[in-house]
């Protein structure tokens, strides 16, 4: 048998490699008055219905209130509002004070400014372990481009490439996802396969990667927000990769294939492989989710998602 204590502390430290979004979480108590607490639980569950969900641990304050609303709100903070976060996860007196919220369509407190919102009715509570999950149905929502507020072994980072300070080292592998007119730009991947467009990050950081790997492929195109981070785990690699809007160019080598699932066929890396077939999907519905985990085995997250 796994010794309890050092499972407990594998858990913790796995969970801390994963780059995860942040949101504050809200209902109102029985008078009406607002609640919320910071949490990186949050995940996207089905579309049909709309079902996310978040965790809240049993020795919170608010445990009994919110496992026994009718309703409650994810509000994913935007990247400037890191004193959102630290304001929703520390026992300060009223976490409301000074800010301007209001009630959402489905009764919770909505943030201003925030990236996006979901206003939910509650679907289900699940007790499990120290924690519940309170997964939500989707009454209402309202999703921004603007950047999202990433957290990442305990620091908070913002994860658009141009203004990006994601925690940089030799084993973090940048890709461009370069995108125009429906369709995608793959290059040869030396094995007799395709992949995209990828550099290993270093000094410089993240946006100075992508930017020179942009420059080399011979096109023109925007640094873009992220749309994947994941780990490989067996090559101890992190893989990041940017949506990068094409702007026009001459491709020194390679070539744009259509964006639908069946062009990825000599995609080699099955991780990369998955990503572009979700990526033609969500594309063909116009509706992008960032992808957090490892090679096999991950979370989308609905942030900060585009409206079309
Ligand atoms: C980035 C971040 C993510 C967090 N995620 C969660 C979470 O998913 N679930 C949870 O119960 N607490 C989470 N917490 C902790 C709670 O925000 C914090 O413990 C809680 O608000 C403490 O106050 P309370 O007992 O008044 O709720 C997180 C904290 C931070 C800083």
New binding site residues.
């Given amino acids: 048998m796994t010794d309890p204590a050092a499972a407990r502390r594998a858990l913790r430290d796995a969970f801390g490699t994963f780059m995860?979004g942040?949101?504050v979480?809200t209902t109102t108590d029985g008078a009406g008055r607002p609640l919320?607490?910071?949490?990186?639980?949050?995940a996207s569950v089905s579309l049909d219905p709309p079902l996310l969900l978040?965790?809240?641990?049993q020795?919170?304050?608010?445990?009994v209130n919110f496992t026994t609303a009718a309703h409650f709100a994810v509000n994913i903070l935007a990247e400037g509002q890191k004193d959102i976060?630290?304001t929703?996860?520390?026992?300060v007196a009223d976490?409301f004070a000074g800010i301007d919220w209001q009630i959402g369509p489905a009764g919770s407190p909505i943030l201003p400014d925030v990236a996006a919102w979901f206003d939910c009715t509650l679907f289900k509570m699940v007790e499990a372990g120290d924690?519940a999950i309170l997964i939500g149905q989707v009454e209402a929502f309202h999703a921004t481009s603007a950047p999202g507020l990433g957290?990442y072994r305990?620091t908070?980072f913002t994860p658009v490439a141009t203004q990006a300070t994601v925690p940089t080292g030799p084993d973090i592998i940048v890709s461009a996802i370069l995108e125009q007119g429906g369709q995608v730009f793959l290059v040869d991947d030396g094995f007799g396969g395709l992949t995209l467009p990828t550099a290993r990050v270093g000094r410089d950081g993240t946006a100075a990667a992508l930017t020179a790997l942009i420059a080399r492929t011979g096109l023109i195109a925007a640094p873009g927000p992220l749309y994947s981070v994941y780990e490989d785990v067996a090559r101890g690699q992190q893989h990041i990769a940017f949506r990068c809007p094409c702007t026009g160019g001459q491709p020194v080598k390679g070539a744009f294939v259509d964006l639908v699932p069946d062009s990825f066929a000599e995609v080699t890396d099955q991780a990369l492989r998955v990503m572009l077939e979700r990526l033609a999907e969500e594309s063909r519905m116009g509706n992008y989710g960032i992808y957090f985990g490892n090679q096999d085995r991950g979370q989308i997250a609905l942030v900060a998602g585009e409206t079309k």
Wanted: aromatic fraction near 20%; glycine fraction near 6%.
């Fill in positions: 995860t942040v949101t979480v919320g607490f910071t949490a990186n639980s949050f978040v965790q809240i641990a020795n919170s304050v608010n445990y976060s630290t929703f996860a520390r026992p976490r924690h957290y305990g908070y």
